[in-house]
């Protein structure tokens, strides 16, 4: 799964990912933008990420994936 150390981190991600992914959804209403795999990381990486089981990591660790200490690009990322 992703593991961004602290927000900057996180937001240099967004910006060479999700900003440009087609699955970057817009609220028009609430004028904020998000992702559903973005969420599931930000809800559920940290809670699992010392998970004996493995069970809810494998799904998290196939969307993001991690390569010699690198985050790598989302599996559902889609240039727009």
Do not use: A, R, V
Not at 2 to 10: D, L, Q, V
Not at 30 to 36: A, Q, S
């Amino acid at each position: 799964m992703g593991y961004f150390s602290n927000g900057t981190e996180g937001i240099g991600y967004m910006e060479s990912y999700c900003f440009n992914c087609i699955n970057w959804q817009i609220d028009k209403k609430l004028k904020i933008g998000f992702c559903p795999i973005w969420d599931l990381h930000l809800n559920y990486s940290y809670e699992l990420c010392n998970k004996k089981d493995n069970e809810g990591k494998k799904m998290l660790d196939f969307l993001i994936p991690i390569k010699d200490c690198q985050n790598q690009k989302c599996q559902m990322f889609k240039q727009i």
